[in-house]
């Protein structure tokens, strides 16, 4: 791996504000006279819609007519549509990423920019993000666990009690609100599309910035309040299956090899006993879009390492991935089974409801499938104790291989059963997914 040079220019601050829009007709308006009241004055403000049902680009052409407005013609999510401002932003020295229902305090600009000037190695630079109430902390830069792989903002949802008043080096920060350096932007190409519509693509932007050299930060005195999620529900299904599709693909992305696996096999177990028929689902639906694409993470996995491989070891690895991802699914699928029998279907998703009804008769079948052996039983006094005890013997010894026999022949046709159910519940998540690119289903969030 080349390590990227990470001067950068600041003889020229020309800063352009990128800002994806989806449902935003309640909170734009806010956020662009916060933005346009910021000193330096941004060179220019590039609002990206993708395609907002409501009337959002209405009101940013009505109220502020110098912002930029590009549209989309069908929802593609966070990724896409920013990467369509950063685009339009090619003659910035520094692109400032922001969501629709951020609202900058006065200085935030400048103090990102400062940022830059400090830190000669910086290429992301992070804000201190407040919920709307001004008190409760939202983001103080983010970290990753292991090897669960759930991310983690400092300060979340906690009083800022000075604690977070110092800038440092942080895993990753927030694509709420983030400050991108024209070197960064230039060496990284802009978010990866491929690692979902909503989540991670910011931490997997910080992850390989900092892999090619570039500092990413979190800045005190940068600051602004945000509304979270106005884009999707709180617990929205899809937003399950986006939050675990792009955790697993930032893991096989940007990970180690020993720290991959290590993930999976903790996500093997804990898909086996969540006790939510959703997130069961949405997990196992995460692991089967994940194995579609694994030959691109793979090469972007490779792309990212910075020593020689091995072919052979490698593909062995790369069918050990696959393999913990199909183990993973195929485990929630059967908790999922087994949550329906004992839960009932009465809130399962509409895309699942049909195979999730015949759940229970399956395993009704796998319990009924192992035969019993029976013992043979005479009324007759005396002798029929005698008869009972000699045919049961005998029964046994006659009766038992065949009887062992004909349950593994049981068990095998109803594991098969089983696989055919879940191979209708892999076509039920592929019309879910042609669903969610059509805009037949709840669209990808924009939202951090």
């Keep these: 791996m080349v390590e990227a040079r990470v001067t950068v220019n600041m003889t020229s601050k020309r800063i352009s504000v990128v800002i994806p829009v989806y449902r935003g007709e309640a909170f734009i308006e806010a956020c662009l006279a916060s933005v346009t009241a910021q000193a330096p004055v941004p060179s220019e403000i590039i609002t990206v819609d993708d395609a907002s049902p409501d009337a959002s680009a209405q009101r940013i052409t009505e109220r502020f007519p110098q912002v930029r407005l590009l549209r989309n013609d069908t929802n593609h999510g966070f990724a896409y549509t920013v990467n369509i401002g950063l685009r339009a932003a090619r003659d910035a020295d520094f692109v400032f990423v922001l969501n629709q229902d951020a609202v900058l305090n006065a200085g935030c600009l400048e103090a990102l920019l400062d940022s830059f000037a400090t830190y000669p190695a910086l290429g992301i630079a992070g804000c201190k993000i407040f919920y709307p109430d001004g008190h409760t902390m939202q983001h103080a830069g983010a970290f990753v666990d292991r090897p669960s792989a759930f991310s983690h903002h400092y300060g979340y949802q906690q009083a800022d009690d000075g604690r977070w008043g110092e800038d440092r080096s942080v895993e990753y920060v927030t694509g709420a609100a983030m400050l991108i350096s024209r070197a960064a932007l230039d060496t990284l190409g802009g978010f990866d599309e491929s690692i979902s519509p909503m989540y991670y693509e910011d931490v997997d932007l910080c992850f390989s910035a900092r892999k090619l050299g570039f500092d990413v930060r979190y800045v005190s005195k940068a600051i602004l309040t945000h509304q979270e999620s106005t884009t999707q529900p709180t617990n929205s299904y899809f937003g399950m299956v986006n939050f675990f599709t792009g955790r697993l693909s930032f893991v096989l992305k940007q990970w180690s090899k020993q720290d991959i696996l290590a993930c999976l096999d903790e996500e093997r177990t804990a898909v086996a006993i969540s006790p939510s028929l959703d997130e069961t689902l949405a997990r196992s639906r995460a692991c089967a879009r994940?194995?579609?694409?694994?030959?691109?993470?793979?090469?972007?996995?490779?792309?990212?390492?910075?020593?020689?491989?091995?072919?052979?070891?490698?593909?062995?690895?790369?069918?050990?991935?696959?393999?913990?991802?199909?183990?993973?699914?195929?485990?929630?699928?059967?908790?999922?089974?087994?949550?329906?029998?004992?839960?009932?279907?009465?809130?399962?998703?509409?895309?699942?409801?049909?195979?999730?009804?015949?759940?229970?008769?399956?395993?009704?079948?796998?319990?009924?499938?192992?035969?019993?052996?029976?013992?043979?039983?005479?009324?007759?006094?005396?002798?029929?104790?005698?008869?009972?005890?000699?045919?049961?013997?005998?029964?046994?010894?006659?009766?038992?291989?065949?009887?062992?026999?004909?349950?593994?022949?049981?068990?095998?046709?109803?594991?098969?059963?089983?696989?055919?159910?879940?191979?209708?519940?892999?076509?039920?998540?592929?019309?879910?997914?042609?669903?969610?690119?059509?805009?037949?289903?709840?669209?990808?969030?924009?939202?951090?």
């Design 290 to 448: 994940v194995m579609n694409k694994i030959g691109r993470l793979r090469a972007t996995h490779a792309a990212s390492c910075s020593h020689p491989i091995d072919a052979q070891s490698d593909d062995a690895f790369w069918r050990s991935v696959v393999e913990r991802l199909r183990d993973a699914r195929n485990a929630g699928l059967r908790h999922m089974f087994a949550l329906v029998r004992d839960q009932g279907a009465d809130d399962v998703d509409i895309h699942t409801s049909g195979v999730m009804d015949r759940a229970a008769t399956r395993a009704d079948l796998r319990r009924q499938g192992t035969l019993k052996e029976f013992n043979f039983v005479s009324k007759a006094p005396i002798v029929g104790a005698i008869r009972s005890a000699l045919h049961g013997i005998a029964g046994r010894w006659a009766l038992r291989y065949v009887v062992h026999q004909q349950s593994e022949v049981n068990q095998t046709l109803i594991a098969a059963i089983e696989g055919l159910e879940m191979q209708l519940l892999e076509l039920t998540f592929a019309l879910g997914e042609r669903a969610d690119r059509t805009g037949q289903s709840e669209p990808p969030a924009l939202s951090r």
